[in-house]
């Protein structure tokens, strides 16, 4: 692809995982549930909601959001084909919500082997979809409709799995309304952790002129590169981690001080390796792809800052405070697109885009977790008001 076709793909790419994202939250939050739900037992005789129930409820809202703000994506021209990008966007939203409430289930529910098939599942669909487009050379609009091949993935483990198939009677561990609420929190910290994330090309192709922003691919090539090899791994962990500080009861989010120990380790030594052999590695797109060893460190810095802010989240989430949660990465985006409008250069913007916004959020999650787990009363969960 030319390099105009390259900077349309990733914002479409962005605007993809800026849904998947988004329902993280259903993830983060049905980890959470399942969790707790396992790790103790309800004698309150209520029988609250099933998890799954809540996701497709939510990916429902999602979806229709999404479908009211379509004529804002057909109208501007904001990708090549808006309205078929729009209609997938939608069907998206509903089908990854149940791919998220199972993921969290699994996680929550201690299913880790299964999970792991679904996550080897999920990423060979996709593979073979996206793989096919090329092959076929179907063109920017073929790999586009490719990627939303890959929602099934859920679908086909309930179709020959039992196991996943009885996952989906697990219940939550409070009424309707109050999931609702919490899920609703994670879901606005997933909006703003996929901004930050997963949408940030887009963040920067609305605040950006459009003749330089044609130009931006090795920028946006370079965030993709410092960021992958910290965040794709975390990712993966964060529900590992959901479950562990459950599990850890009074101890909270003190059971993540090695891991956040480890990470700024391995984000430190990442940081010297960019300056060193990074612009020898973005030469081998081509010599287009030009960017300085200052630049690679700086991002692979402001990636490490990001993976500590997920970690406090995923402590924040797990302890309690819903709240905090949200507002944390809330206060992190809102900080981020406020850089973005500066008049700097686009190298700077985007490094301290990436820096300040979630230090700042970063903050306000330690705020909240000075005070003590919500979760952590021993006995029957408590169904009483959300925090």
Same mark, same amino acid.
């Given at each position: ?28 939050e049905?980890?959470r ?12 005789g ?20 999404i479908?009211a ?17 729009a ?9 990854y ?12 529910s201690?299913?880790?082997s ?7 599942v ?14 076929? $050379? &179907?063109? #920017? %609009? ?8 890959? +929602?099934?993935?859920?679908? /086909?483990? =309930? !179709? ?52 330089v922003?044609?130009?931006?691919a ?21 529900g ?14 003190r059971a ?23 612009? $020898? &590695?973005? #030469? %081998? ?8 060893? +200052?630049?690679?460190?700086l /991002?692979? =810095? !402001? ?12 402590a ?28 700097l ?6 490094i ?7 230090t700042?959020g ?14 952590a ?11």
């Amino acid at each position: 692809m030319t390099k105009e076709e390259n900077s349309e793909f990733l914002s479409f790419w962005a605007a993809l995982f800026f849904v998947y994202g988004v329902l993280g939250g259903v993830q983060t939050e049905s980890t959470r549930a399942a969790s707790v739900v396992a790790l103790r037992d309800r004698t309150d005789g209520q029988r609250y909601p099933r998890l799954i129930t809540a996701g497709l409820i939510s990916g429902a809202i999602v979806a229709a959001v999404i479908a009211a703000l379509s004529p804002v994506l057909t109208a501007f021209d904001f990708f090549q084909h808006s309205h078929i990008i729009a209609l997938g966007l939608v069907f998206t939203a509903i089908l990854y919500a149940g791919h998220s409430a199972l993921a969290g289930i699994l996680q929550g529910s201690g299913q880790w082997s299964l999970y792991g098939r679904f996550l080897i599942v999920d990423a060979l669909l996709r593979l073979v979809c996206i793989g096919v487009a090329a092959a076929w $050379s &179907l063109g #920017l %609009l073929g790999l586009e409709i490719a990627t939303f091949c890959a +929602l099934s993935a859920w679908l /086909l483990m =309930l !179709a020959f799995s039992r196991v996943a198939r009885e996952s989906l009677k697990v219940r939550a561990d409070v009424p309707l309304k109050r999931l609702l609420s919490q899920i609703l929190h994670a879901v606005i910290s997933s909006v703003s952790s996929a901004a930050l994330i997963v949408a940030f090309p887009l963040l920067l192709k609305m605040t950006t002129p459009a003749a330089v922003f044609e130009q931006s691919a090795p920028l946006l090539l370079a965030i993709s590169m410092t960021r992958a090899p910290i965040m794709v791994p975390l990712q993966a962990f964060q529900g590992v981690a959901i479950a562990h500080v459950v599990r850890a009861g009074s101890e909270g989010w003190r059971a993540l001080h090695r891991p956040i120990l480890v990470l700024s380790i391995i984000g430190a030594l990442g940081a010297v390796a960019a300056f060193v052999v990074g612009p $020898s &590695l973005m #030469l %081998l797109f081509g010599p287009e792809y030009e960017v300085s060893g +200052l630049t690679l460190a700086l /991002l692979t =810095l !402001a990636s490490l800052v990001m993976a500590v802010l997920t970690l406090t989240g995923t402590a924040t989430l797990s302890t309690g405070h819903h709240r905090a949660f949200s507002s944390g990465w809330a206060s992190a985006t809102a900080v981020a697109v406020a850089i973005l409008l500066l008049p700097l250069s686009l190298e700077v913007r985007c490094i301290l885009s990436l820096t300040i916004g979630p230090t700042v959020g970063i903050l306000v999650h330690l705020l909240a977790l000075r005070k003590p787990p919500v979760s952590a009363a021993p006995g029957p969960v408590s169904s009483g008001p959300a925090t």
